[in-house]
């Protein structure tokens, strides 16, 4: 053990490490592995990205966690198996990725794990008033410490929670770092399955930022498709969408949930936006069928709609502001484009960082500050970012 102490000691004293960020989100579509050379901390951070892939999940792994993620009954025994198994999984991953790159398992430092959500419960949805805010990953980080023999940093969101916290959006701290460093308004928009942004004022500290969850990103484009057409997990380039037509009806029935009008910050995960959002909405207007390609149309043009309504109540009125997009929504062209179309007062800036990459980078940022940080670079903190290192530590022995 206090070889391991020491050695996590010398890690923290290193002006340059070398960090594995893993993200896993809600799409399911894969590991993303992010080998990250990082420099610094706080507001000196510097991030070099060495080598990325997402590994793409197999449908057997990929249904066993559909089969538990977001919802409210399911076998414990299952989850109990999967927190084990996902780790297994992250960890041959990593250690197969490795190999390829050519890659020494002693040049590494750490990895930054953020394991698979299956539940996100913050009070807004639960209304439980005996419960606090609550949120739940899976994939054991002392698994993955073991099996690839790296000092592993894992479980970032719970001292979120227990800091007063949602446990989301956690990329605001690491968006703060790196982009924080000029005179410019940004607004750093993360398409995943479920959509999130950081507004950036110019010369912001870190109370100035707003981090928010904003509402479905792809998940409920995804999650339709798969039902109609179950050999499709998305839809390509957003190429249905574009031959669709909206249905207006349902686009402002959806648009009409109390959620999109809750004030910011907020957070949501597909416990809210799932496929039974969408056929509540329609059977409530009782209209006709709609076909595959009008579905998508709506349901892209929805997540459109979301995202442009919550830019345009964070920034303020007739500023300027630098928008940069990641997440694999990026690759929907025809969400992109109406986003182009509507937000007007942006100027489109392609990301600094690697856009499919981001996600994990920022992991492994918040990894670095939790064994180099300093307390003061997040200011006083709030409710909803507060000041806090984040992440269990796990040794490889
Ligand atoms: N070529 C593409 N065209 C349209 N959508 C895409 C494309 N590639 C990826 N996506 C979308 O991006 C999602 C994955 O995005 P990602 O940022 O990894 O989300 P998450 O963080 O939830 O895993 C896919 O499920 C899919 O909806
Ligand atoms: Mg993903």
Redesign the pocket.
Same mark, same amino acid.
């Given at each position: 053990m206090k070889s391991s102490i020491d050695r996590l000691y010398n890690i923290s004293n290193k002006y340059s490490k070398r960090i594995i960020g893993l @993200? +896993? $989100?809600? +799409?399911? =579509? $894969?590991l =993303?592995i992010a080998l990250c050379d990082i420099s610094g901390n706080g507001k000196d951070t510097s991030i070099n990205l060495l080598n990325f892939t *997402?590994i793409p999940y197999d449908d057997y792994f990929k249904n066993e966690i559909t089969f538990i993620a977001s919802k409210k009954e399911v076998e414990l025994e299952r989850v109990c198996m999967l927190n084990e198994a996902i780790a297994r999984k992250h960890a041959a991953m990593i250690n197969e990725c490795l190999i390829k790159w050519g890659i020494n398992h002693s040049s590494i430092d750490l990895i930054a794990s953020h394991g698979q959500t299956i539940y996100h419960a913050p009070e807004i949805f639960h209304k439980n008033d005996y419960y606090n805010n609550a949120t739940l990953q899976i994939g054991d980080g002392d698994h993955i410490a073991t099996l690839t023999g790296i000092i592993t940093i894992s479980d970032f969101r719970q001292k979120h929670v227990a800091a007063g916290g949602e446990g989301a959006p956690l990329v605001s701290y690491g968006d703060y770092l790196l982009f924080a460093k000029d005179q410019t308004n940004k607004i750093l928009l #993360?398409?995943?399955?479920?959509a999130n942004l950081t507004f950036i004022p110019a010369n912001a500290n870190f109370e100035d930022i707003i981090s928010t969850d904003i509402g479905p990103?792809? *998940?409920l @484009? =995804?999650k339709w498709i798969k039902r109609e057409i179950p050999e499709m997990?998305? =839809?390509? #380039? &957003?190429e249905m969408a574009s031959k669709g037509k909206v249905n207006a009806t349902l686009l402002n029935k959806m648009l009409s949930h109390p959620f999109f009008s809750l004030p910011l910050p907020k957070t949501t995960g597909p416990e809210l936006f799932n496929l039974a959002f969408i056929d509540m909405a329609i059977q409530e207007l009782d209209i006709p069928a709609i076909s595959t390609e009008d579905m998508l149309a709506t349901l892209n043009k929805l997540t459109a709609v979301s995202i442009c309504n919550t830019i345009n109540k964070t920034i303020p009125r007739n500023a300027t502001v630098e928008l940069m997009i990641? $997440? &694999? &929504? @990026?690759? #929907? #062209?025809a969400?992109i484009s109406t986003l182009r179309n509507e937000l007007q007062s942006c100027i489109y800036k392609d990301h600094t960082l690697h856009a499919?990459a981001k996600?994990a980078m920022l992991f492994a940022i918040l990894a670095n500050e939790t064994l180099s940080g300093n307390e003061s670079t997040f200011g006083k903190g709030s409710p909803h970012l507060p000041n806090i290192s984040m992440g269990k530590i796990s040794f490889p022995n």
């Open positions: @993200m +896993s $989100g809600t +799409s399911l =579509d $894969g =993303d *997402t #993360n398409i995943g399955g479920i990103g792809n *998940t @484009m =995804d997990h998305f =839809d390509n #380039n &957003g990641s $997440g &694999g &929504g @990026m690759k #929907n #062209n969400l499919d996600e």
